[in-house]
């Protein structure tokens, strides 16, 4: 069974560079291209990265992803308040024929 | 522009099945997969399957196969997903979602539709 594992929450302050990890328990995680969503309270999520890297169409350029082996990040850079929201990394899972999500992350800014 | 409109609101009892339609505009329907993410309240995205709207073909997640079935209309361009034998934990949101293509992500979601499940 896959699973994708992020932490429940990460903060910053105003002005500051976070990373929220995702990290993959088998190989397929390695070989297959991660996707990061954001998503507001009430509201649908919102596609922030795709294939690892690359930004949305719109998407700031504070908003990074990497990825390495089975771990993927992604880095919020000049933290604003309306980043607070909730992160979620997606991969697909070649042995499951299914996208996984991670748990969700809940980023607050101080 | 893309748009996708999903069916309203649902109240369901236990045991019953629930149809939720995605409505979608602004491209070729049937060029693009739709998926279907359920959120239960309070907690984390979960893939539920895709259809292909141009072939019919469909992937679901195995924890739903046999209770999920995904189908679509190309004359109106809207894919639905029915979910059956239903449980009070498949209290959700349900949302569409488009994938322009391989490794692109899920780049439009519909608004979600909520389906309470409850005696």
């Known amino acids: 069974q896959s699973v994708v594992t992020q932490p429940p929450s990460a903060s910053g302050t105003p002005g500051q560079r976070v990373a929220i990890s995702c990290s993959g328990s088998?190989?397929?995680?390695?070989?297959?291209?991660v996707n990061w969503y954001q998503q507001f309270p009430g509201t649908a999520p919102k596609l922030l990265i795709y294939?690892?890297?690359q930004r949305h169409s719109g998407v700031p350029d504070r908003f990074s992803g990497s990825k390495s082996g089975t771990s993927a990040s992604l880095a919020i850079s000049g933290l604003q308040s309306e980043d607070e929201a909730d992160y979620y990394c997606?991969?697909?899972?070649?042995?499951?024929?299914?996208?996984?999500f991670g748990g969700g992350t809940k980023l607050t800014v101080l | 522009q893309v748009h996708l409109v999903q069916s309203g609101a649902e109240l369901k009892k236990p045991g019953a099945s629930v149809k939720v339609y995605c409505k979608a505009s602004?491209?070729?329907?049937?060029?693009?997969?739709i998926h279907w993410v359920r959120q239960a309240p309070g907690q984390g995205l979960e893939w539920m399957g895709w259809?292909?709207?141009?072939?019919?073909?469909?992937n679901y997640a195995q924890k739903f196969q046999g209770r999920v079935t995904m189908t679509r209309d190309t004359s109106i361009t809207t894919a639905y997903m029915e979910l059956s034998s239903l449980r009070s934990d498949d209290t959700a949101v349900f949302y569409c979602?488009?994938?322009?293509?391989?490794?692109?992500?899920?780049?439009?979601w519909g608004q979600g539709t909520l389906v309470t499940v409850s005696s």
């Open positions: 259809i292909n709207p141009n072939t019919g073909d469909t």
């Open positions: 602004g491209y070729t329907f049937t060029a693009y997969y």
């Open positions: 088998t190989s397929h995680f390695a070989f297959n291209n």
């Open positions: 294939s690892n890297n």
């Open positions: 997606a991969a697909w899972d070649d042995s499951l024929n299914a996208w996984v």
């Open positions: 979602a488009r994938e322009p293509g391989y490794n692109s992500g899920f780049d439009s």
